[in-house]
């Protein structure tokens, strides 16, 4: 503020850097990035593809899809294990009870 009142001239970008860092980094990301508008403009101005079909965008799809498929298996892995110890469980309790009533050998 006081280079403001002084007409210093002020990094405009290394402020805004500043800031975004102490955002998100030194407040963990509680609050949002900041300078959106800037920002959309700079990049708009460089040619850089911004918004939902920016790039890498298709990439990230294709690995999320990728990881509800995996998802999937895994719950279905989950499953067949539980069934499979459940059917296991049974043999051996079947198993012990039969060896329990057995009469002692002579």
């Not at 995996?70 to 279905?76: C, D």
């Not at 059917?87 to 057995?102: D, E, F, G, K, W």
Request: hydrophobic letters at 40%; glycine letters at 6%.
């Amino acid at each position: 503020m006081e280079s403001l009142c002084k007409f210093d001239p002020i990094d405009l970008p290394a402020l805004i850097l500043e800031h975004m860092y102490k955002t998100v980094v030194e407040h963990k990301g509680k609050h949002g990035m900041g300078y959106g508008y800037v920002l959309t403009k700079v990049f708009h101005h460089l040619s850089i593809p911004v918004g939902a079909e920016g790039h890498g965008t298709t990439k990230v799809k294709d690995l999320r899809k990728q990881n509800e498929v995996l998802f999937a298996k895994i719950a279905a892995l989950q499953e067949k294990m539980i069934k499979d110890n459940d059917a296991a469980n049974s043999r051996l309790t079947l198993v012990i009870n039969s060896l329990s009533h057995q009469p002692p050998s002579s």
